[in-house]
């Protein structure tokens, strides 16, 4: 079992940098490949960047290649997640995710999933 918490949402102006943060449970943290994804109201849920269970691999939506980067750090069992150059479309709350297997990260059908963060970017 593994739960997943987000942090580091909030508002911020266009332009602007936040970094979100996922705190993990569970004694294997470091067997999960994990993701972040957003949903913007209205939309469906959509993937943003997900990253290998050791680091070594990394892969990000179009829409926010250069602009976010997402990192690990095993030891504390944190996932981030570095927004910057935001665009008021990127406004969504920000879910994590957490699976063993890389597939199902990258496809949206993780087995676990945080509670979310909302991020507002301002025009």
């Known amino acids: 079992q593994v739960q997943l918490v987000e942090s580091g949402g909030g508002l911020v102006q266009a332009g602007g940098s936040l970094r979100l943060s996922c705190a993990a449970s569970?004694?294997?943290?470091?067997?999960?490949?994990m993701g972040w994804f957003r949903q913007a109201p209205g939309k469906e849920r959509e993937f943003v960047a997900a990253?290998?269970?050791?680091?070594?691999?990394?892969f990000y939506a179009d829409s926010v290649k250069g602009r976010f980067t997402i990192s690990r750090d095993n030891a504390k069992k944190t996932v981030y997640l570095q927004m910057n150059s935001l665009k008021p479309e990127d406004t969504a709350v920000y879910y994590c995710?957490?699976?063993?297997?890389?597939?199902?990260?990258?496809?949206?059908?993780?087995?676990?999933w945080g509670q979310g963060t909302q991020v507002t970017v301002s025009s």
């Open positions: 569970g004694r294997t943290f470091g067997s999960y490949a």
């Open positions: 995710a957490a699976d063993l297997t890389w597939s199902r990260v990258v496809a949206g059908t993780s087995d676990y």
């Open positions: 990253i290998s269970s050791y680091g070594y691999s990394t």
